[in-house]
Every structure is written in C-alpha cells, then in structure tokens.
C-alpha cells in the first residue's frame, strides 16, 4: 500500500490546518485501507498497484481532499464580508477625508509662485491618503481574517438578516448580552491605533495656522513613546478582551474581572502620564519656532495646551476609575443572580 501512503502524505501537505493533521492522515489511511480490501473482496482480485490506482483516481486529487478538511476556506466569509465592507468604507472615508484636509492646508499656505512646492505638497499629500487607506485596509483585513477562524458563523449576524419575532418586544433586555459589532469595532480601532502610534508616528501632527502663515508640528514627545510599550500591553489585552465577548457573546464573571484589570492598568499608565514630563509637543518654544506666532502668543496658546492634554489625562483617570466602579456593581450584582 505504498500508494495509500504517499496519497496520504500528500494529502497532509495540503492540509490548512496544523493541529490535528496526524489525526486526519489516520482516518483517511484507515478509510482507504478499508475500501480498498473490500474492493478486492467483491472483485475477487488480490491487493496491487492496479486496484490501489483505480481506487485513489475515484477517491479524488490529493489538493481537492484537503480542501475538504478545511473549516475556514475564506479570507473573509460571506457571512462577515457585508459587515467588513461597511467597516472598511467608515474607516477609508475618514482617513482620507482627514488627510486630505490637512493637504488643503498646507498647500493653502504655499506661495501661488512656488511651483515646485506646489507640486510636491500635492503629490506628498496623495501618496499619504493611499498609503493611509492601504495601511487602514491592511489592519481591517487582519482583524477580520483572525475574527473569521475564531468567531462561530452561527454567531455572526448582521442585525437586518436575524428572524424578527414580535414576541421579543415583550422581553426585558439582557444586561449582560454584548452586540457583536461592538467589541468588533473596538478591535479594528485598537489595532488601526497600534499601526498610526507604532508604524506611523509622522501622521500625528498638528496643523497650526495664523495670519496665513501655517506649521505642522510633531504632536507628541519623547516622553510619550518611552511608555508606547506599556500603552500597547494595554492594548493587546484590550483586543483579547473583545475577542473573548465575541465568543462567549456576554459578558461573564471572568471578561469582567479582565475588563477591571486592564482599567486598572490604564489608570496607571494615565497617572504616569499625567504626573511625568509633558507628553505633547505643542509648546510655548516649538509654537515661537514654527514662525506663526510671537513670543507672547506662542506663551500663551502653548500654555493653554499643555494645561489642556493635563485636564484631559486627568478626566480620562476620572471616567476610567468610574468604568471600574460600575464593572465592580456589575460584577457584584451579577455573581449575586448565580447564587441565588
């Protein structure tokens, strides 16, 4: 049965799926094994390459049953795909809107004789809108490719194709039960966030304009990056949180302890931040240097916004510590209701 075998290593080679491959090369060997003794027992001929042959030709190529054992032969299903379309067109129209803008200013500000600079501010500005939207349509597609191996089909139901009952009117609504778009939109924006902070960091600029004079300026320090790392630990933990509503489909005693860990955590990295060296660029020093502004303005709006990011880490401590504290109730509440 020297065929079986290399038929079913080939087989094995096409295989998708690692985990289990041995399992399925046993099955497949045990199946055609059996097939084939029994073909030789109806026609009364003695096991051979012959009938071995005849039996893997009407079995099927190697390529064509490996696909077979393959749970997941889209990139993206039909079932997800409606829902990455409208993801990717929210996410595509914003981006480019937002580039685009920023290209209108600064070409707004160039001299009407600096022909060359003209041209390079236009053609700068098209290739970051494409590079934009290339990199935006990368981490979609990323997303949904990973949320398509782990996210159940039966599960993943665009609100429009679920069976209305008019029945459901009557019922209460389910503190508890998660709305799958949800920790789906919260992972493509996580990891869009993880892209622009890590991979393209020269988008994070602030346009500043004043008596048709105009300067982009770098929106974040040093200080800021040195804690990136701990800023995407908190991501990725933020991802898998998501990821595991996606699969559960509610909340439960065990996400919401991970969701009270990772607001802990982002408590802290905010109370660094808020504590530590400034973590935006705008300052009095860097405002006077882009030549918009004097040394009185430049003070002053630099001032103002460095008290500004301040108030605003402080208020992103103050709502987080409140997220805890209603998972907390939640918690509470919800281990009551299973004991009783």
């Known amino acids: 049965m020297k065929l079986i075998d290399r038929y079913v290593a080939e087989v094995g080679r096409n295989l998708p799926l690692v985990r289990g491959r041995k399992d399925i090369e046993k099955e497949l060997r045990s199946t055609l094994e059996d097939m084939l003794e029994d073909r030789a027992r109806k026609s009364g001929q003695p096991v051979d390459e012959t009938l071995e042959i005849d039996l893997l030709k009407e079995y099927g190529a190697p390529q064509t049953i490996a696909q077979t054992y393959n749970p997941q032969p889209y990139l993206i299903g039909p079932r997800m795909f409606p829902f990455f379309v409208f993801v990717l067109k ?76 008019p029945a459901s009117l009557k019922k209460e609504p389910e503190p508890d039960e998660v709305k799958i778009w949800e920790p789906i939109l919260a992972i493509v924006f996580t990891f869009i966030a993880i892209s622009i902070f890590n991979f393209n960091p020269q988008w994070l600029v602030i346009p500043i304009i004043a008596d048709d004079k105009a300067a982009f300026i770098p929106a974040l320090t040093e200080a800021f990056f040195r804690w990136l790392p701990w800023i995407n630990i908190g991501w990725v933990a933020e991802i898998v949180m998501n990821g595991m509503l996606i699969r ?86 919800q281990r009551s209701s299973i004991s009783v």
């Open 90 to 165: 929210i996410v595509i129209t914003v981006v480019t809107i937002v580039l685009l803008v920023l290209t209108g200013i600064e070409i707004a500000t160039l001299s009407p004789m600096a022909g060359p600079d003209f041209v390079k501010a236009v053609w700068d500005g098209l290739t970051g809108v494409v590079g934009a939207a290339i990199a935006a349509f990368g981490n979609i597609v990323l997303v949904f490719a990973i949320l398509e191996r782990f996210v159940p089909a039966s599960e993943f139901q665009m609100d429009e194709e679920k069976e209305w009952d």
């Open 248 to 333: 559960t489909g509610r909340w439960t005693i065990s996400t919401r302890l991970v969701s009270i860990g990772i607001k802990v955590f982002q408590v802290v990295i905010l109370y660094f931040l808020f504590t530590g060296p400034s973590i935006l660029a705008v300052t009095p020093e860097s405002l006077q240097a882009s030549g918009v502004f004097d040394a009185d303005a430049a003070q002053t709006l630099g001032d103002l916004a460095q008290n500004g990011v301040r108030i605003l880490i402080g208020l992103g401590i103050f709502g987080t510590v409140i997220e805890i504290i209603k998972t907390l109730y939640k918690l509470v509440t």
